[in-house]
């Protein structure tokens, strides 16, 4: 199938890379703001009966859905015959049941949206809590690319005797991957969230791994609370300086300044989401799912 990639803005830098691996020619969109903060888009590039990749990292995702949308119908009205969506970080998770009287359940209504406008999905460990795929909130068909084995890879190639720190028990499954590809120990501790949006992290007992350097692992990292709160234990146990390692380097204003001030060494993040931290790159790992769609 004729297939071309388009990337919308901020997430050139992966489509570009993935085009490389793929082979899928990159193609050009014209995009800014008008004065009043609507969007503008141009595709530059001939969509009449190919197959369209769309890419399109989804962090900060209420100023990305709008453009995501009008381009997927925009390819479509220009011929496109298929369009999908290739979105390393997937937006609107958490909010999975609805915990408070009147809540809207807003991953169901994101999932519906974006089912109906792309056929396919391709996207990095989303954070399934209560969903045990992303089916059953999801109308299209849909691969989910696991990071463990380039954590793994990056933590053998760079942490002197590793030992991975879980923040919760929520963790502990794919902390134990990872832990289990870096030939490394790992360590679960218990987070309990407070009514006030503090987070406490249980203090483990680490004299066993004092000679170890501790690599935190989390999925998403936004305020950087919860790393926050699983490093302090750490130093002050006198271990060396924790790494922090992210699938999803969200990074909320000041989070990774307050993340040195309580201790830790090097921030080390996949390229899910653009980030100064960025050193693991995942584009790889996506490409056997995107042929699978695309081509």
């Given at each position: 199938m004729n297939t071309l990639m388009l990337a919308l803005?901020?997430?050139?830098?992966?489509?570009?890379?993935?085009?490389?691996?793929?082979?899928?020619?990159?193609?050009?969109?014209?995009?800014?703001?008008?004065?009043?903060?609507?969007?503008?888009?141009?595709?530059?590039?001939?969509?009449?009966?190919?197959?369209?990749?769309?890419?399109?990292?989804?962090?900060?995702?209420?100023?990305?859905?709008?453009?995501l949308i009008f381009l997927a119908d925009a390819?479509?009205?220009?011929?496109a015959v298929r369009v999908g969506l290739v979105a390393p970080y997937l937006a609107y998770m958490r909010q999975d049941r609805r915990f408070q009287q009147g809540e809207a359940v807003t991953s169901r209504t994101f999932a519906g949206l974006l089912s109906?406008?792309?056929?396919?999905?391709?996207?990095?460990?989303?954070?399934?809590?209560r969903y045990t795929s992303?089916?059953?909130?999801?109308?299209?068909?849909?691969?989910?690319?696991h990071a463990a084995e380039p954590l793994a890879a990056w933590i053998k190639a760079h942490v002197d005797r590793p030992v991975l720190i879980g923040p919760d028990e929520e963790s502990k499954q794919w902390i134990a991957a990872v832990a289990e590809r870096a030939a490394a120990p790992y360590v679960v501790l218990r987070k309990v969230r407070h009514a006030d949006g503090t987070v406490e992290v249980s203090s483990p007992d680490l004299?066993?791994?004092?000679?170890?350097?501790?690599?935190?692992?989390d999925d998403i990292v936004?305020?950087?609370?919860?790393?926050?709160?699983?490093?302090?234990?750490?130093?002050?146990a006198h271990m060396r300086p924790p790494v922090c390692l992210a699938v999803h380097a969200?990074?909320?204003?000041a989070a990774e300044e307050k993340l040195r001030r309580a201790g830790a060494g090097r921030i080390a993040s996949t390229t899910t989401v653009p980030h100064?931290?960025?050193?693991?790159?995942?584009?790889?790992?996506?490409?056997?799912?995107?042929?699978?769609?695309a081509l």
């Open positions: 803005p901020g997430s050139d830098a992966f489509a570009g890379r993935l085009s490389e691996l793929t082979g899928i020619p990159l193609g050009r969109v014209e995009s800014h703001r008008f004065p009043d903060g609507e969007a503008y888009l141009r595709v530059e590039s001939d969509c009449r009966d190919r197959s369209l990749v769309l890419v399109c990292t989804l962090d900060r995702p209420d100023d990305k859905l709008l453009p390819v479509r009205d220009l011929g109906r406008y792309v056929e396919w999905l391709v996207t990095v460990d989303p954070h399934l809590h992303l089916a059953q909130i999801y109308s299209i068909p849909n691969r989910v690319v004299a066993a791994q004092r000679k170890r350097t501790p690599v935190v692992l936004s305020s950087a609370g919860t790393m926050i709160e699983t490093v302090k234990p750490l130093v002050a969200l990074f909320s204003k100064a931290s960025n050193a693991i790159d995942i584009a790889p790992l996506l490409v056997p799912a995107v042929k699978e769609f």
